[in-house]
């Protein structure tokens, strides 16, 4: 989670924490915040982020983003 903590404030969203929940649907992040952290974790990675993985969904949570990034970079 450390990681994921570390993709917000690289993308100056220090303000959001892994308690937080409905980050996208409660209009929490908007779409500018997803993209920016597809940016960072596909720089993290070095990998780009399958477009499967660039769905709303996956970024509500930390839990969630820890989620896909388990399913997404498992390959």
Same mark, same amino acid.
């Given at each position: 989670?450390?990681?994921i903590k570390q993709f917000f404030i690289n993308i100056?969203?220090? !303000?959001i924490d892994e308690n937080m929940q409905n980050l996208v649907?409660?209009?929490i992040i908007d779409s500018l915040d997803v993209m920016n952290l597809i940016n960072e974790i596909e720089k993290?990675?070095?990998k780009t982020? !399958?477009?499967d993985f660039m769905r709303p969904m996956y970024f509500e949570s930390?839990?969630?983003?820890?989620?896909?990034?388990?399913?997404a970079m498992k390959d």
């Open positions: 989670m450390e990681e100056g969203r220090a !303000d649907s409660d209009n993290y990675y070095n982020l !399958d477009s930390f839990s969630s983003i820890k989620q896909m990034l388990e399913l």
